[in-house]
């Protein structure tokens, strides 16, 4: 009798967990009227390119295939979004239809620095993809690809959406990453939700093979309708300038400004009379917020600043000193930053030993080599705490405590007034590294 509860239980588990299966399996989305209401929307694109008469046969032609990719339509009118390099240094572009119709297209503007390009077709009858809105778009969210990889047309892939706000190398672009199959030939075409509205531009892979291996990401399409308005108002593109130089807030840095995350970016340079030093924005200072938007990591305060128009104003959310507070910065044009010198203070001495390491005066022609206008340099390092903090030889110590060295005479100063124990920030620049922050343990 016990052994044939015990069966029961089992054969009701067993049909309880199938019948689920068979519900979850029934409420995967059906994309069938989604591909169907989306391909007309969508184009292949290919190119030609001049070449070299020297590398060609007689009677050959001086014109050759170019790069191909994908593209969509925003506009009744013809208006085709895709990526800046799938037209990048071209001669002819074209536009395959989704009828199969081959049409020449004008290049109206790019944006290499968003990897964006704005194209026209001729014609009014065109069916425009309608724009989604990646910000509220959530990770996890199921999302389509629509493309012509290694030239197949109209290549349907499915995914979800994996993560946003990815920085991949550029410095304006908050890729969002996706788990879809993208490839060669997948460039410039259109991420889709589910309600068939276009949220991205489907632009790189991250692959040993040159396949996909569901690293795949997209320029959210905010960004690039931001910049399809400027290159349709102005022909350009003009971005935000703020003038500093940044690095992530790791954990040690954190702990000493009292804060219990990481997030934010870490000033570790003030570029001379720009926006930022007007502001009164100093190195050393962690920003948290802009305009009450957190900072999930430093990649993200180029993103923000680049979309803000010159003359704007926007309020920054700071941790100076282990104290919040407020600054109002006036958002400078990116042509704007110059990077001046200063004059040094002379010493007396010729170097200063301290925790293991020795320092001098920074020689003018490192100075000018490197572009700082400050600082002392370490000439020889062993074992010890300024090891130990990540200091070498070579380096140039720019502050120390956020206090500023301008030379070896300052620079002993300030090694008086440090405490006997803790922790101290020291702002360190390195050749072909730049700046950037590290600690210090004292004991």
């Known amino acids: 009798m016990i052994q044939m509860r015990r069966f029961s239980l089992v054969l009701i588990f067993m049909l309880s967990t199938l019948v689920e299966g068979v519900n979850a399996a029934n409420n995967l989305p ?32 001086g014109i050759s295939r170019g790069p191909s990719g994908s593209g969509f339509l925003i506009s009744k009118d013809g208006y085709v979004l895709t990526n800046n390099h799938v037209i990048d240094g071209v001669e002819e572009v074209f536009v395959r239809l989704h009828n199969g119709r ?35 778009t959530k990770v996890g969210s199921w999302v389509l690809a629509i493309g012509a990889p290694f030239g197949y047309d109209q290549t349907v892939t499915a995914g979800i959406i994996s993560a946003k706000g ?53 320029i959210p399409i905010d960004l690039a309708m931001d910049v399809v308005q400027q290159i349709r108002d102005s022909g350009k593109v003009i971005r935000g300038y703020l003038g500093v130089n940044y690095q992530e807030v790791d954990r ?41 938007r957190r900072l999930k990591n430093a990649a993200e305060l180029p993103f923000i600043i680049g979309r803000y128009r010159p003359g704007s104003k926007a309020n920054f959310t700071i941790v100076r000193e282990k104290k919040r507070i407020n600054l109002e910065v006036l958002i400078g044009s990116r042509d704007g930053g110059v990077v001046a010198s200063a004059e ?5 001495r010729d170097n200063i030993d ?11 022609e490192i100075a000018n080599r490197q572009n700082v ?38 620079f002993e100063k300030v090694l008086q007034e440090l405490p006997e124990q803790g922790s101290i920030p020291i702002l360190v620049n390195r050749p072909n590294a730049g700046s950037q922050y590290l600690i210090l343990d004292m004991e």
């Open 30 to 61: 059906d994309f069938v009227e989604l591909v169907e209401n989306a391909q007309p929307s969508v184009v292949s694109i290919s190119t030609t390119i001049k070449v070299s008469r020297r590398n060609l046969f007689p009677r050959q032609p």
């Open 373 to 410: 206008s400050h600082g002392v340099m370490v000439t020889d390092i062993e074992r010890g705490a300024a090891f130990d903090a990540g200091i070498r030889e070579g380096d140039i110590i720019q502050s120390i405590q956020l206090t500023t060295i301008n030379s070896l005479t300052e």
């Open 344 to 348: 040094q203070t002379p010493s007396n």
């Open 354 to 364: 301290w925790l293991g390491a020795t320092f001098k005066e920074l020689p003018e």
């Open 252 to 292: 040690r840095m954190a702990k000493w400004s009292q804060l219990d995350s990481t997030q934010g970016a870490l000033i570790n340079g003030v570029a001379q009379d720009s926006p930022a030093m007007k502001a009164g924005i100093q190195n050393g200072d962690i920003v948290l917020e802009v305009d009450n």
């Open 166 to 218: 990815r920085s991949v190398g550029e410095q304006y672009i908050p890729y969002v990453q996706t788990d879809v199959a993208i490839n060669p030939g997948n460039s410039g075409g259109p991420l889709i939700d589910m309600n068939g509205k276009v949220v991205g531009i489907n632009s790189k892979i991250l692959s040993t093979s040159g396949g996909s291996n569901g690293l795949s990401f997209s």
């Open 102 to 136: 081959d049409v020449e297209a004008e290049i109206v503007g790019t944006d290499a620095e968003t990897d964006i390009a704005l194209l026209k077709v001729k014609g009014k009858q065109y069916k425009p993809f309608k724009i989604g809105d990646i910000e509220n």
